[in-house]
Nanobody, 127 residues
Framework: QGQLVESGGGLVQPGGSLRLSCKASGFTFQYYAYGWFRQAPGKEREGVSCITRGGGTTFYADPVKGRFTISKDNDRKTVYLQIDNLKPEDTAVYYC????????????????????WGQGTQVTISS
């Protein structure tokens, strides 16, 4: 049974930073692409950042470009999301997700394309 477990969320002030972690277990980490998604109150879940299986291609949604950085460590079976210069509109539950792919698969960051999901970690930005 595959699992994804997020950690690192919390309450921070505007302009602060967080590093979210997503630890995978129960499946072959290297066979999957990964993504970070978020859902704010009253809004649909949106793709924030995604990374290909090989790690060579990344995607960032326009609101987070220049502030968020996705990375993964195959040895530690962990995906990271470094978040800098947090804004109030970043407040949401952040979810990690995995998508099984072949090596040459193009990058997608649509929620419907991902099959494994973590339970989420709350990120709240407030002064």
């Amino acid at each position: 049974q595959g699992q994804l477990v997020e950690s690192g969320g919390g309450l921070v002030q505007p302009g602060g930073s967080l590093r979210l972690s997503c630890k995978a277990s129960g499946f072959t980490f290297q066979y999957y692409a990964y993504g970070w998604f978020r859902q704010a109150p009253g809004k649909e879940r949106e793709g924030v950042s995604c990374i290909t299986r090989g790690g060579g291609t990344t995607f960032y949604a326009d609101p987070v470009k220049g502030r968020f950085t996705i990375s993964k460590d195959n040895d530690r079976k962990t995906v990271y999301l470094q978040i800098d210069n947090l804004k109030p509109e970043d407040t949401a539950v952040y979810y990690c997700a995995a998508r099984r792919t072949i090596l040459t698969a193009p990058l997608t960051c649509a929620s419907s394309d991902y099959s494994y999901w973590g339970q989420g970690t709350q990120v709240t930005i407030s002064s």
